[in-house]
């Protein structure tokens, strides 16, 4: 496996010990591989940390990951086709069992056990389906995430997903970064102009940063507070939390003036999977616990959130693209005082991969 992405020197970095696109990816966490959705018994790609993984079920039901490169030939697995639990070639016909091991090789009417696929952990939870990256023989369960908004009934959600041509990174910051919500997502008058003087409360503790944030006199959506029987002034707490390099937990607590205040309470759940050091999977959902069997408001919330992500991919996507046009040699990006969440997240990472290079250096 590799451990390091190609160094883009012509890519200013932010200063030593922040997180950038030359640092290596940290492979000892779980990401989410995919919605538990999208792995059915018609086998499909995913590229995660620059590997290729092939994904499908069992007979059973149960969700297999492994290497999508034939190793005879490198033919892509995911092309092949399913013979109850195995996967066959469509090259030459090698059977793979779904622990990697070789079921049957045509042309020697045997089953070496050096022809063999790598395989990789995983661990279904509900919508979500999360695959460790590091050593598969010792998957860390104490590093995955539950969300229980997703798999309890007395919440519910709305989900998404895209492809993002941007390093991972970026979206990191920018979900750190409320400031931009006044100009990104203007249309949708989510934060008002005074809301982008509050300054955040960081805390940082262990390898886990918060960022809490109160918004006094917020305007939530008015069709939703009426469902509610909520009435204003609104009061909004905001906060995000990053455990795991391939998670953001956003969190926004609405409290109405009545007494006691009534709440509405979101989570808003970003997945960042990284599939090379420009390009990036990028899945969302939201959990909500009040209005949970209406599908007028599920199909707005959806909509909106997909529509509000989607201004952010545009944004990075950009961003990417002066990457790509411009090297100029002396250009180096300001950090202001408001990007401090967002630079205090990369310091994490930074120190996070350097602590994932120092275990692996052979003593
Ligand atoms: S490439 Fe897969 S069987 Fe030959
Ligand atoms: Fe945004």
Not at 127 to 152: F, H, K, N, Q
Not at 253 to 261: C, G, K, M, V
Not at 267 to 283: G, S, V
Request: hydrophobic share 35%; charged share 25%; glycine share 6%.
């Amino acid at each position: 496996m590799t451990n390091s992405v190609a160094p883009r020197a012509d890519v200013p970095s932010k200063g030593p010990g922040i997180a950038d696109r030359n640092t290596p990816f940290l492979r000892d966490y779980w990401y989410v591989a995919a919605f538990s959705d999208e792995i059915t018994r018609t086998p499909i790609r995913r590229t995660i940390l620059g590997e290729d993984i092939l994904l499908y079920r069992t007979q059973d039901g149960l969700p297999v990951a492994m290497q999508n490169r034939c190793p005879h030939r490198s033919f892509p697995l995911h092309k092949g086709f399913l013979k109850g639990d195995r996967i066959v070639c469509n090259y030459h016909g090698i059977e793979f069992n779904p622990d990697g091991s070789c079921g049957h090789v045509p042309s020697l009417g045997t089953a070496p056990p050096a022809i063999r696929l790598d395989r990789y952990p995983l661990e279904e939870d509900g919508p979500l389906t999360w695959i460790w990256m590091g050593d598969a023989s010792a998957p860390d369960y104490s590093r995955l995430v539950r969300m229980e908004w997703c798999t309890s009934p007395q919440w519910a959600f709305v989900k998404g997903a895209m492809y993002v041509k941007a390093n991972y990174l970026g979206l990191h910051e920018n979900l750190m970064d409320l400031t931009h919500f006044l100009f990104t997502h203007g249309k949708w008058n989510i934060v008002k102009p005074e809301h982008i003087l509050d300054r955040p409360v960081l805390k940082e503790q262990d390898d886990m940063i918060v960022q809490e944030e109160v918004h006094e006199n917020a305007e939530p959506p008015a069709e939703r507070m009426e469902k509610l029987g909520m009435t204003g002034p609104f009061t909004m707490f905001v906060s995000q939390t990053v455990k795991i390099p391939g998670l953001h937990q956003g969190l926004t607590r609405t409290t109405d003036n009545s007494n006691p205040p009534k709440q509405d309470v979101q989570h808003i759940i970003h997945i960042l999977t990284p599939e090379t050091a420009n390009t990036m999977h990028y899945l969302w959902a939201i959990a909500y616990d009040a209005v949970l069997h209406d599908d007028t408001f599920a199909n707005t919330m959806q909509q909106v959130g997909a529509a509000v992500f989607e201004e952010d991919k545009v944004v990075l996507e950009d961003i990417e693209e002066v990457y790509r046009r411009d090297h100029r040699p002396d250009f180096r990006e300001k950090i202001i005082r408001t990007d401090k969440g967002g630079i205090q997240l990369l310091r994490m990472f930074s120190r996070m991969a350097a602590a994932e290079q120092e275990s692996a250096l052979v003593p």
